[in-house]
């Protein structure tokens, strides 16, 4: 007797529900509550997180599954980004002193913004950014316009008209939809001033620091020295310790100005670098940088330095 063997077929996936929203929102609970408050009063039903979570079968799934799954039940993704943390940039990567990134900013939370990309790559088309308050712009979507949501009529008109081009069947009987969610802008004044000391605080006051740079067998080395203060210094110079004076620098004079954030490099001759004298020079050691302030005021550093980088 002749045995069938019939292949089976995965189970066909459903198809996408045009009146489900999903939510990908930050530590704001009462912003993605006014959200689905907001989306239920437009005939629309969100489809939550944990949702989400569920329908990918796995206990632990990779953010893009969980992306996949929501864009097969539902139609469109709303990423609510609300300025829950306070961010800027550290000093020796700022472009000086002055480089706006140093000003701390409200910006989303850092896994609101990987879903946002990942959204957007995915499906841009269904993909609709909203900001709430005053947020640091997300500029791996710049030229993508987002949102900027609050309680005026003319923004709920602008989501409304956006979840509906992402093929939502937006309901707009009433005017319930017009007040429904409180989207007043949070308030960021207490965490922009504790992010301000502490910014204020990072840059008060020279402060220098140096890193060594091997190059190789038959190569000069390099000594890096960064002013991480938040002013100039001038005459810039080195003290070398006693037990390395094997080690030669070359720098033709004193440096006459570092500005505030930025570094310069010196050539250093490290062929005796290993021995001197019989003895093994360790390879952790202290510098002393020596310069002037604006005022002619006399500054010195000591560095640590470890020649293995």
Same mark, same amino acid.
Request: zero cysteines; glycine letters at 8%.
């Given at each position: 007797?002749a045995?069938?063997?019939?292949?089976?077929?995965?189970?066909?996936?459903? &198809?996408?529900?045009?009146d489900?929203? $999903?939510?990908?929102?930050?530590?704001?609970?009462?912003?993605?509550?006014?959200?689905?408050v907001?989306l239920?009063s437009l005939?629309?039903k969100?489809l939550e997180?944990?949702?989400?979570?569920?329908?990918?079968?796995?206990?632990s799934p990779?953010i893009g599954?969980?992306? #996949? /799954?929501?864009?097969?039940?539902a139609?469109?993704?709303v990423?609510l980004m609300?300025?829950?943390d306070i961010?800027?940039i550290?000093l020796p990567? +700022?472009?000086?002193? #002055?480089?706006?990134?140093r000003?701390p900013? &409200?910006?989303?939370?850092p896994?609101v913004?990987?879903?946002? %990309?990942?959204?957007?790559?995915?499906?841009p088309n269904?993909?609709?950014?909203?900001?709430?308050g005053?947020?640091r712009? $997300?500029?791996?979507v710049?030229?993508?316009?987002?949102?900027?949501?609050n309680?005026?009529?003319?923004?709920?008109?602008?989501?409304?008209? /956006?979840?509906?081009?992402?093929g939502c069947?937006?309901?707009?009987t009433? +005017?319930?939809?017009?007040? +429904?969610g409180d989207?007043t802008?949070?308030d960021?004044?207490?965490?922009?001033?504790r992010a301000?000391?502490?910014a204020?605080? #990072? /840059?008060?006051g020279p402060?220098?620091d140096?890193r060594w740079i091997?190059?190789?067998s038959?190569?000069?080395d390099?000594l890096?020295v960064?002013?991480n203060?938040?002013? &100039?210094?001038?005459?810039?110079?080195?003290d070398?310790?006693e037990?390395?004076?094997g080690?030669?620098?070359? =720098?033709?004079?004193?440096?006459?100005r570092?500005?505030?954030?930025?570094?310069?490099t010196? /050539?250093?001759?490290?062929?005796?670098?290993?021995?001197?004298?019989?003895?093994i020079?360790?390879d952790?050691f202290?510098?002393?940088?020596?310069?002037?302030l604006?005022?002619?005021t006399? $500054? =010195?550093?000591?560095?640590?330095?470890?020649?293995? %980088?």
């Open positions: 007797m045995v069938v063997t019939i292949d089976s077929e995965p189970a066909p996936t459903p &198809p996408v529900a045009a489900k929203v $999903f939510v990908v929102h930050g530590r704001n609970l009462a912003a993605r509550d006014s959200m689905f907001f239920r005939g629309l969100p997180w944990t949702q989400a979570l569920a329908l990918t079968g796995s206990a990779y599954e969980v992306l #996949d /799954r929501a864009f097969d039940h139609q469109a993704i990423v609300t300025p829950d961010a800027y550290d990567y +700022a472009d000086g002193v #002055d480089d706006p990134e000003t900013t &409200p910006q989303a939370r896994n913004l990987f879903e946002a %990309g990942m959204a957007m790559g995915r499906n269904r993909t609709v950014l909203v900001e709430l005053a947020i712009p $997300f500029s791996d710049a030229g993508r316009h987002a949102v900027r949501l309680n005026s009529p003319h923004t709920r008109i602008d989501l409304a008209n /956006r979840l509906q081009n992402a069947p937006v309901d707009r009433g +005017a319930d939809w017009m007040t +429904a989207f802008p949070p960021t004044s207490n965490g922009l001033t301000r000391r502490i204020s605080n #990072d /840059r008060r402060r220098v140096a091997s190059n190789g038959g190569h000069f390099e890096k960064t002013n203060g938040s002013a &100039p210094l001038f005459n810039v110079t080195f070398v310790p037990g390395l004076k080690i030669t620098f070359h =720098q033709d004079g004193p440096l006459k570092l500005p505030a954030g930025k570094s310069f010196v /050539r250093v001759d490290a062929a005796g670098k290993h021995t001197m004298g019989g003895s020079v360790p952790q202290d510098i002393l940088v020596l310069a002037e604006e005022d002619s006399a $500054f =010195q550093e000591e560095v640590f330095i470890d020649m293995n %980088g």
